[in-house]
């Protein structure tokens, strides 16, 4: 416990000085992480966080920016991944040390870049008290949520969205009207994209479900598909879907994308289809929504 304790920290040091480094670099204050401490200022200032121009974040994310609206933006940002990753890399250490390949995939670096939600979603899948998290961007949460349901975690996003409804009772219709300004693609929809209904020859096993439910999900950038490193448990199964992810990484910094449809649709073939292909190799299980590598070792 003592030396996951200790890696998971150090992990979390190091790539929140990045984070922070990067933006601090390149100006970009708290990348995504802006819009979260936003609206917590503007919730402590009594003002409504929709009257922000470009506010698309659902209410309860401002809950989670408040502890950091006394830092620079450029540190909040820092904090902010340092401890998601740091929580992220104590779920995966608990299955094995070999897990923490994991942090090698592109999008994880993609959304350290912009300091993205998504390593603390990533981790909500391990701790039930982290559940309410997935909240604050449910394009990514709600299938992390679904395959990973606990009775804890439930009550803890109940609690979270009746707060939401007490400060501001109309946010959501507010924040629906935001939503016409996102730019986005859905994975299941971008050739070769409906090859991922596949993923329903195994609707029974919980890492199926999710690459389904991801596919389902609207999505702008590489940084979101992390989540989908929750899928692959061996060694062989991490370094292959690893390799995949950074010929994007790679070939991004050549040929830059022309819109999000050309970034989704090198998603699904370098992110989506990798993980499809794990899926599909494992043994079949009979337990609904069971993960048939939970036990697995790290060869």
């Not at 609206?39 to 922000?52: E, G, M």
């Not at 707060?163 to 507010?174: E, G, I, N, T």
């Amino acid at each position: 416990m003592r030396l996951r304790v200790f890696i998971s920290l150090a992990i979390g040091l190091a790539t929140g000085l990045c984070c922070w480094s990067f933006l601090r670099h390149f100006q970009l204050r708290a990348g995504d992480f802006n819009w979260a401490v936003w609206a917590a200022q503007d919730l402590l200032a009594h003002r409504n966080p929709y009257d922000r121009v470009m506010q698309m974040y659902p209410l309860p994310a401002a809950f989670y920016g408040l502890p950091f609206v006394r830092l620079p933006l450029e540190v909040a940002a820092g904090v902010f991944y340092g401890l998601s990753s740091a929580l992220m890399a104590f779920g995966l250490s608990r299955q094995g040390y070999h897990r923490l390949l994991v942090f090698l995939a592109y999008p994880y670096w993609a959304g350290l870049m912009a300091a993205q939600w998504s390593p603390i979603i990533f981790a909500s899948a391990f701790f039930p008290f982290l559940l309410p998290v997935t909240l604050a961007k449910p394009q990514l949460g709600l299938p992390v949520a679904l395959t990973n349901p606990t009775k804890r975690g439930f009550i803890a996003c109940f609690v979270v969205l009746a707060l939401s409804f007490l400060l501001l009772p109309r946010w959501p219709w507010l924040w629906l009207a935001k939503l016409h300004d996102y730019v986005h693609f859905f994975p299941l929809l971008i050739l070769p994209g409906p090859l991922l209904a596949l993923a329903l020859l195994r609707y029974r096993e919980r890492d199926a479900l999710l690459l389904f439910l991801m596919a389902l999900m609207p999505q702008r950038w590489f940084y979101d598909p992390l989540i989908l490193w929750l899928i692959p448990k061996t060694r062989r199964e991490i370094l292959g879907t690893v390799a995949a992810s950074w010929a994007i990484g790679v070939w991004r910094f050549h040929h830059y994308p022309q819109g999000h449809v050309q970034a989704g649709r090198w998603m699904v073939v370098f992110f989506y289809l990798p993980m499809l292909a794990v899926v599909l190799a494992r043994p079949r299980v009979a337990e609904p929504c069971a993960d048939p590598t939970r036990a697995a070792t790290s060869d």
